[in-house]
């Protein structure tokens, strides 16, 4: 036969047990919707940057020292290439 002081020792990790296990899973169910708006924000963030790389690229690409010099290419501006001859014979 157990002693009674072994049976409210069982008992006792068994409450702790359990009421560890509850105390657990209802933070755990509390963190999932700080970390859904965490990694919303920080997507919303990586798609502002890829944004602001893309125009910082297409608004280099716009600058006058990008001038097509290969007069075969179809996007050859002969004015934008007589401009860019006279600001480079004045440097």
Known sequence: MTSPVRNVARW???SFGLA???WHNKSLHNAVP???AKFEYDHK???INKAKA???KKKDAEQPGSVI???E???FDFEKFITYIE???KH
């Open 69 to 71: 010099t290969d007069p």
């Open 20 to 22: 560890y296990g509850f």
């Open 87 to 89: 600001q480079q014979e």
């Open 54 to 56: 893309a125009y910082a």
């Open 12 to 14: 006792s990790a068994l």
């Open 34 to 36: 700080e970390k859904q």
């Open 45 to 47: 963030v990586d798609l």
């Open 73 to 75: 290419n179809p996007a």
